[in-house]
């Protein structure tokens, strides 16, 4: 993360004097003010942990999303050769589970709002699926009563993808609640760089005991944290502490005594280990509801700024109750033309479902398809400053108005 190109293209090579170093772009910087999460000191609503998916059950902690997919398909009882409903919409890290446990996909189509085309699936699903895994897509529900009761009848472990939805409710129930079990992933919600989990309200999660990172392993996971929160301008007064903290493991490392990487992995490698001791430490001093704030606050901002931007088109303009969005999606038709150039600007940006899983069928969801091509994400995260809002939405408003008054290649000046 830290590598990402901040040039914009000039004269001769680019060069990293330019862009704006916002935090990439999904991961927060730090939580939010006052709370330093690793250290577990100050904390304006620290302590109050348990909501979001903690709130639905003990988590059982693993290294990433991912890993905690993997550790739901166990749960659930399924065994190699058995077929997983996937939405056609997805991105690769949640198909990369299915290949580690011998499990097959079976893509199912999306309504242009990303919503589950449950009739689609009501009108005739394979018998020889067993289980099916539903995305709330950035944070917006799916009609989750329906989907409940549509696993019920056809004998499907319901698996709620939450890494989107953390937090949030639909139907007046918490995200997460309506499957069998439900995944998080921690980095889309929390200043870090890995970290998932596995919840359920309505049976035991695993209780195996993963391998832990021990004490220098966590040690180099917070500095690496408190690295990044300075490496985008936040938290600046710590930085001697981490200098020294940093150089305390590096030592102990070249003794050592540091963990092994390979193990962090999120690769099948790391199904055996558990998340680290600073990534459980972040989210019980978190504070839930001004994570769900400012994300709404900043998310509400940018589709503000965004709304008539010639070329863009927001997914998602109504931000209903009980959202808590974690990325603003967008379709923008000149999309192939302008990224180079968006990434010259350092517009923190992803492209979610960018590259889908080559089983899937061209023309079986048009919507999956079309965003592969057309789909970027700005973030809206809880650690983002006014003006960096402000000036990643220009900067992509200046493209895309510059895109539509000239066709072919794009200006690359700011
Ligand atoms: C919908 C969805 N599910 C699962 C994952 C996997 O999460 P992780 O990257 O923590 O493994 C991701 C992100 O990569 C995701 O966007």
Redesign the pocket.
Known sequence: MQTRSITVEREGPNRPAEGRLIPWPEVPAYPVLGDLGPMGIGGSGAGSGAAGLLALGAPFFT???????AWAFKAAGLVPGDRVLLPAY??L??V?PLEWLGLEAVYYRLHDDLSIDLEDLEAGSDPACKALVA?H?FGFPQDAVRLRAFCDSAGLALIE?C??SFYGSCAGAPMGSFGDYA?G????FFPLR???CLVSSRHEVPRQVLAGHGPVGNLQALVRELQMAHYYGRLRALRPATFGAAAAAKLLALAGLGGDPARLG?GAAGLETAAGWVARRSLATSAPEEIADRRRRHYATICRLLSGVPGITLLKPRLETGVVP?MVPLRIPALGRIFATLEDRAVPMQR?GQFLAPALAPGLCPVSDDLSHHGLQLPCHQSLWDDEIEWMVTQLADVCTKAGKQPGRMPAEH
Do not use: N, Q
């Open positions: 290294t990433a999303g991912r890993t905690a997919l997805h991105c890290a949640m990369e995305v897509y993808d890494a989107h995944i992933s921690l980095p889309k890995g970290g998932g999120c974690y979610f």
